[in-house]
Nanobody, 117 residues
Framework: QVQLVESGGGLVQPGGSLRLSCSAS????????MGWYRQAPGKQRELVAV?????????ADASSVRDRFTISRDNAKNTVYLQMHSPKPEDTAVYYC?????????WGQGTQVTVSS
């Protein structure tokens, strides 16, 4: 049974920084790729960033995420991170960790991020 547990969410001021963590119950080497998604109230869940087992990264183009967020992984800790720099109020959402292995998809329970002064 794969378990993904997100942490690090909370209230952050615009222009601040926040780091989200996603800890997996087993080796993250077993996943083809892992990523972060987010869902704002009244909106569909959307991709934020993805990192492959080889360390390649890709980011959503919306809202300049590429320029402000960084996805990374620590294989020794079985953890994937999302470093958020200069968050904006429109980044407010529940952030979900996702892992893919073949056709299987796994999700964490989500962590709330609120960007407000």
């Amino acid at each position: 049974q794969v378990q993904l547990v997100e942490s690090g969410g909370g209230l952050v001021q615009p222009g601040g920084s926040l780091r989200l963590s996603c800890s997996a119950s087993g080796s993250i080497f077993s996943f083809d790729h892992m990523g972060w998604y987010r869902q704002a109230p009244g909106k569909q869940r959307e991709l934020v960033a993805v990192i492959t087992s080889g360390g390649s990264t890709s980011y959503a183009d919306a809202s300049s995420v590429r320029d402000r967020f960084t996805i990374s992984r620590d294989n020794a800790k079985n953890t994937v991170y999302l470093q958020m720099h200069s968050p904006k109020p429109e980044d407010t959402a529940v952030y979900y960790c996702n892992a893919a292995r073949g056709s299987a998809r796994y999700w964490g329970q989500g962590t709330q991020v609120t960007v407000s002064s």
